[in-house]
Each structure stands twice: as structure tokens, then as C-alpha cells.
């Protein structure tokens, strides 16, 4: 009960951060259902990759910083006894990457009244995110739960993108980026000693998707 208690407070910190891919893609929906019904659906599938590449950038960002000093924030916000929960709160960042991607992407289908797309994504997160609590909960705790949310989500947006139809070869990319970055975010949750190395890794990874975001957003100009 007390691991739970402990874990309770790095989800709630978890889901604040979720709430920026929400309000994105609840932000982004109406102009989406205009512009699709209005036959610019080409314009606004470019549009929408150009959001998900900024909203990549930022869960990037959170991530390295979890790495860097995940435990250390949640003690400063909690007390010190959840500083133990670094290494869980780094697995949820890992999720929040995915989240952050996919949600929009599967809000997206919504807008252009294909709900059904947006239902498989999550009704696929559900069921994996039930049978990894099942599996993987009991020997492993907290950790097990946040790997569970992660892969989960990534599940989901995998399944968003293609149902959407937006992986092209930036979005092939940034998939890649996220695979790696989350394969990362798994070894300085194993091993915290690596955090700072991995930590300054996915920063940098982060800044370099942030600026050829911009230099992207210059040329369509």
C-alpha cells in the first residue's frame, strides 16, 4: 500500500503533463473537421504533422529531464521518500512521448468522422494496458505499472498514425526517434547512474527536433 501511495503521486505529476497533448489535440480538432469537410485534407494532414513534430519536442524535453533529475523533482514537490520513485516516473515519461504523438493523431480520425479509427487505437491501448497491469504488477510493482501505461500508449499511437495514414518519412522518423529515445528512458530507469548521459542525449534530441521543426516552418513559409 505505501508503494501505491508513493506511485499516486508521480501519476498525478504524470497526467499534468499529459494534459498538453489533450488540450492540443482538442485545440487542433475544429480546425481540422473545417479544413477536411472544406476538401483540404492535404493541407491540414501537414499541419497536423508540423504539431506533432512540436509536441514530440516538448515530451522529449520532459523525458531527458526526468532522466536527469526525475527522483530529485518528485522529492522536492512530495518529500524525500518519493524520491525513490525516479525511476518509475521515467518509464511514464516514456509513455507521455507516445501520448503526446498519438492522442492528436487519433483525435484527428474524429475529426474526419472516422471514429472508428480512433476507437481501435484506444481500445487497443486498453486491452495492453490490462494484460501488462495483470502480468507484470505483481512481480515488478510500480514499475511494472508504468511499463504497462508506456507500452500501452505506444501501442496506440502506432495503430493512430497508420489508421491515419500520417507516417510519412518525417513520421517514420519520428517513430524511430521515439523507439530509441524510449529504449533510453528503459536503461537510466534500470540503471540510474546512467541518467545523465542518457539524460543529455535525449535533451539533445530534443533541441535538434525543435529546430528542424523551425526550419521546416521557414520554408513552408
Known amino acids: 500500500m505505501e508503494e501505491a501511495g508513493l506511485y499516486s503521486a508521480a501519476y498525478r505529476v504524470f497526467l499534468t503533463l499529459c494534459a498538453v497533448g489533450l488540450l492540443?489535440?482538442?485545440?487542433?480538432q475544429p480546425m481540422l473537421a473545417r479544413?477536411?469537410?472544406?476538401?483540404?485534407?492535404?493541407?491540414?494532414?501537414?499541419?497536423?504533422?508540423?504539431?506533432?513534430l512540436d509536441l514530440a519536442a516538448f515530451a522529449l524535453a520532459v523525458l531527458a529531464a526526468a532522466e536527469l533529475a526525475g527522483g530529485r523533482a518528485l522529492g522536492f514537490l512530495f518529500g524525500s521518500q518519493y524520491e525513490a520513485m525516479g525511476p518509475t516516473f521515467i518509464l511514464l515519461c516514456v509513455g507521455l512521448t507516445w501520448y503526446s504523438v498519438g492522442?492528436?493523431?487519433?483525435?484527428?480520425?474524429?475529426a474526419g468522422d472516422r471514429n472508428e479509427r480512433y476507437l481501435a487505437g484506444a481500445a487497443t491501448a486498453g486491452a495492453v494496458s490490462l494484460g501488462l497491469n495483470l502480468v507484470l504488477i505483481p512481480p515488478l510493482g510500480t514499475i511494472g505499472a508504468a511499463t504497462?501505461?508506456?507500452?500501452?500508449?505506444a501501442s496506440a499511437t502506432l495503430i493512430w498514425l497508420l489508421a491515419t495514414r500520417l507516417l510519412d518519412r518525417a513520421m517514420l522518423a519520428l517513430v524511430v526517434l521515439l523507439a530509441v529515445s524510449?529504449?533510453?528512458g528503459v536503461a537510466s530507469a534500470a540503471a540510474p547512474a546512467a541518467g545523465p548521459a542518457v539524460g543529455a542525449i535525449t535533451a539533445a534530441g530534443a533541441i535538434s527536433l525543435a529546430l528542424g521543426r523551425r526550419r521546416l516552418g521557414a520554408r513552408e513559409r
Open 24 to 28: 492540443a489535440a482538442q485545440a487542433m
Open 35 to 52: 479544413g477536411i469537410k472544406a476538401g483540404r485534407g492535404t493541407q491540414m494532414a501537414r499541419a497536423l504533422r508540423g504539431a506533432l
Open 103 to 110: 492522442l492528436p493523431a487519433g483525435y484527428s480520425s474524429i
Open 148 to 153: 504497462a501505461t508506456a507500452v500501452a500508449f
Open 182 to 184: 524510449s529504449g533510453g
